[in-house]
């Protein structure tokens, strides 16, 4: 009863097996079915030594050696075929032995209940005083999000890797933040209403995305979402009318950016959006996120890039990266292998400064995670390529 995987047993249950329900029934009131189980099983215990006593009365008399070797003879009966094989047996097929024992435990419950009630009120009483709350219910045990991820983990036989791994990735949506993934500030292309009609035109017909923030002379003035579906109506214009522009624009979507990526994914689904702009406590724009973004979360990467961010790990011939200093942290372990600290920093920029607390300069070398990394380029206060030797950490 003790050993039986309640999982199991409750997909069991939802499949209305009769065993599983009695069963089930009796891990609900965990304290009477203890309490049955060994009152029946002292009973019988006592019972079996005092039948040996009286059969080595009536055969031997009063004799002491005779007395000694019963005692010892049921005692050790009782130790094998009472306890320690029962045990065994039931402890590797837990389901097997269970299910059917429901039947008569639960009869047995029912017979012993006076004296059981009475025990466990004591018993109750006992732990009281003692401070020692117990949980009595043992039918609807909660699982830990590290429970969870330990059974995907041990679950590698019957799982492909892959599979795996994303359900792994799902059990982490949890504690993982829009901010964790979200494209940065810097690297958002937006339209600025105030541009040149020209240069909007030109910028809408060679954006590599389809949804486009759209701001008013200052980046984080966003006034609305461009769906690029929507622009070839402009566009057939000789001249982009900025105005008409405003008009067919969606209403932007602000997310904090401490919100967890499940319950944004979540979110996203509810309001049937693909875009969230991530802003701070104060209302700052901090970054985007997407539908896609979550999704490789789980599935890892399947959206093709725009030329824009392609090429942020060339690989050397003496086994280094050259990286950008805006890579997230996260992507370099996913793609690189890594086990770079993901407490604080987001970007392999934001982690270089935290870890020296300055503005290194190009030449500076150091080691973070045991990874050794050699400071390339630094322009306007941020470090903009690094290389980095990932095997050589660890």
């Known amino acids: 009863m003790m050993a039986i995987n309640r999982y199991r047993l409750n997909s069991l249950v939802r499949k209305g097996n009769r065993g599983a329900k009695l069963t ?21 215990n006592v019972g079996a030594a005092a039948v040996t006593n009286i059969i080595v009365f009536r055969l031997f008399g009063q004799d002491d050696l005779a007395i000694l070797l019963g005692t010892l003879a049921i005692t050790f009966a009782l130790l094998v075929f009472s306890e320690i094989m029962p045990k065994i ?59 969870l991820r330990g059974l995907v983990l041990e679950a590698e036989h019957f799982l492909p890797r892959k599979h795996q791994k994303m359900l792994l990735n799902l059990v982490d949506l949890e504690r993982i933040t829009v901010n964790d993934v979200m494209v940065p500030r810097s690297q958002i292309e937006a339209l600025d209403l105030n541009a040149d009609p ?43 009318d900025a105005a008409a522009l405003q008009d067919v624009l969606g209403d932007p979507y602000f997310i904090p950016s401490d919100t967890p990526l499940l319950k944004q994914l979540q979110q996203f689904q509810e309001r049937h959006s693909r875009l969230g702009l991530v802003v701070d406590e104060y209302g700052e724009l901090l970054g985007l996120v997407t539908l896609e973004n979550i999704l490789e979360e789980i599935v890892g990467e399947f959206t093709t890039q725009a030329p824009a961010h392609s090429g942020k790990f060339m690989l050397q011939e003496d086994g280094s990266y050259l990286l950008e200093g805006s890579n997230s942290l996260r992507d370099l372990n996913r793609k690189l292998g890594l086990h770079l600290p993901l407490k604080e920093a987001k970007t392999l920029n934001g982690l270089i400064l935290e870890h020296l607390e300055d503005i290194p300069e190009p030449g500076t070398s150091l080691k973070i995670a045991g990874y050794p990394i050699e400071i390339i380029q630094t322009q306007d206060r941020i470090v903009r390529v690094v290389k980095i030797f990932p095997h050589v950490g660890g």
Not at 199 to 207: A, D, G, H, K
Not at 226 to 237: E, M, N, S, V, Y
């Open 198 to 240: 020209l240069e909007l035109r030109e910028q809408i017909i060679t954006s590599h995305h389809t949804l486009l923030p759209v701001h008013s002379g200052v980046l984080s003035n966003i006034v609305g979402i461009l769906h690029i579906k929507r622009a070839p109506a402009l566009l057939q214009a000789e001249t982009l």
């Open 89 to 147: 047996i039931a402890a590797s097929y837990p389901e097997r032995i269970a299910l059917p024992a429901s039947y008569i435990l639960t009869p047995l419950i029912t017979l012993f209940h006076p004296v059981v009630s009475i025990a466990g009120a004591m018993v109750n009483g006992v732990l009281w005083l003692l401070r020692i709350r117990i949980q009595t219910d043992q039918s609807k045990q909660k699982m830990t999000l590290e429970e």
């Open 24 to 44: 089930n029934r009796l891990l609900g009131k965990v304290d009477k079915l203890l309490g049955s189980i060994l009152l029946g099983n002292t009973l019988l």
